[in-house]
């Protein structure tokens, strides 16, 4: 099954919160409270996310995190980079020589360009998108994105 860790998903929520303040500083604990994630979980994730400058921090008495850049330019892929790795759907899907059967595998064509089809799904959703309302995703619409993503990479 293809599915997102925990930690992605509340990755999520907390970016997708701090998205919402536009431009306030949160606390973690504001953070926590507005996503009733875990403090210690909150703190561990905006760590990350600050490593990775999706989230900005500022110290002190005033301080507190917010985006580190406009929700529409940060992607749902580049989170699932930053806390979960590269998106592999198989042994092969990213890097070569990771699987003693790919010299003789008839399907790992086939499994790479469904990666790449929806990891450019994935580039195409920003965080403004997952912050917005829910009806401003198109179930269709990505799927008719995925699809012309496969058919360009058949070309």
Do not use: F
């Given at each position: 099954?293809?599915?997102?860790?925990?930690?992605?998903?509340?990755?999520?929520?907390?970016?997708?919160?701090?998205?919402?303040?536009?431009?306030?500083?949160?606390?973690?604990?504001?953070?926590?409270?507005?996503?009733?994630?875990?403090?210690?979980?909150?703190?561990?994730?905006?760590?990350?996310?600050?490593?990775?400058?999706?989230?900005?921090?500022?110290?002190?008495?005033?301080?507190?995190?917010?985006?580190?850049?406009?929700?529409?330019?940060?992607?749902?892929?580049?989170?699932?980079?930053?806390?979960?790795?590269?998106?592999?759907?198989?042994?092969?899907?990213?890097?070569?020589?990771?699987?003693?059967?790919?010299?003789?595998?008839?399907?790992?064509?086939?499994?790479?360009?469904?990666?790449?089809?929806?990891?450019?799904?994935?580039?195409?959703?920003?965080?403004?998108?997952?912050?917005?309302?829910?009806?401003?995703?198109?179930?269709?619409?990505?799927?008719?994105?995925?699809?012309r993503t496969i058919s360009r990479q058949q070309q």
């Amino acid at each position: 099954m293809l599915r997102i860790s925990r930690l992605t998903d509340y990755g999520t929520m907390i970016l997708v919160h701090l998205a919402r303040q536009e431009g306030r500083l949160c606390t973690a604990g504001d953070v926590a409270g507005g996503t009733h994630v875990a403090l210690p979980t909150v703190q561990k994730i905006l760590k990350l996310l600050t490593r990775a400058g999706l989230v900005s921090s500022t110290r002190g008495a005033e301080g507190g995190y917010c985006l580190g850049r406009p929700p529409e330019a940060i992607s749902a892929a580049e989170v699932l980079d930053v806390l979960d790795g590269p998106l592999a759907i198989t042994e092969c899907s990213t890097a070569e020589g990771q699987c003693e059967l790919e010299p003789l595998c008839q399907v790992s064509d086939a499994w790479q360009k469904i990666n790449r089809a929806i990891r450019a799904a994935l580039d195409d959703i920003s965080l403004a998108d997952l912050a917005g309302p829910a009806r401003k995703l198109s179930v269709s619409g990505l799927t008719q994105g995925i699809t012309r993503t496969i058919s360009r990479q058949q070309q």
